[in-house]
């Protein structure tokens, strides 16, 4: 089973980007998908997550209004969208896959990708 992360990258404070996880190697259907960031001396933290079928995306407080989680079935691959980024998002991100929705806020996850580094210059 894999998860691998990439569309990081270098932007400017305001700027966006789009992270995509592509997943292989079993069936996720019965998966909840997300995002976690961490900051460099700083544990993982969770940013978003979403059911394998598009349904029920949720949120943490800091990226509402601004990040997007959406997957594509058809290309097993979930997406975060990221719009007006501040320095403060700077952080290398994960995917992750867990079978229920608590177990993946709380990083009680089956399975991590690799991340993707995320830098937001001021």
């Known amino acids: 089973v894999q998860l691998q992360a990439y569309g990081g990258g270098l932007v400017q404070s305001g700027g966006s980007l789009r992270l995509s996880c592509a997943a292989s190697?079993?069936?996720?259907?019965?998966?909840?998908m997300g995002w976690f960031r961490q900051a460099p001396g700083k544990e993982p933290v969770f940013v978003a997550r979403?059911?394998?079928?598009?349904?029920?995306?949720y949120y943490t407080e800091s990226v509402k209004g601004r990040f997007t989680i959406s997957v594509d079935n058809a290309k097993n691959t979930i997406y975060l969208q990221m719009n007006m980024l501040t320095p403060e998002d700077t952080a290398v991100y994960y995917c992750?896959?867990?079978?229920?929705?608590?177990?993946?806020?709380?990083?009680?996850?089956?399975?991590w990708g690799k991340g993707t580094q995320v830098t937001v210059s001021s």
């Open positions: 979403i059911r394998w079928g598009g349904r029920s995306p």
């Open positions: 992750a896959a867990a079978p229920d929705a608590l177990k993946l806020v709380t990083g009680s996850v089956d399975y």
């Open positions: 190697g079993r069936t996720f259907s019965n998966y909840h």
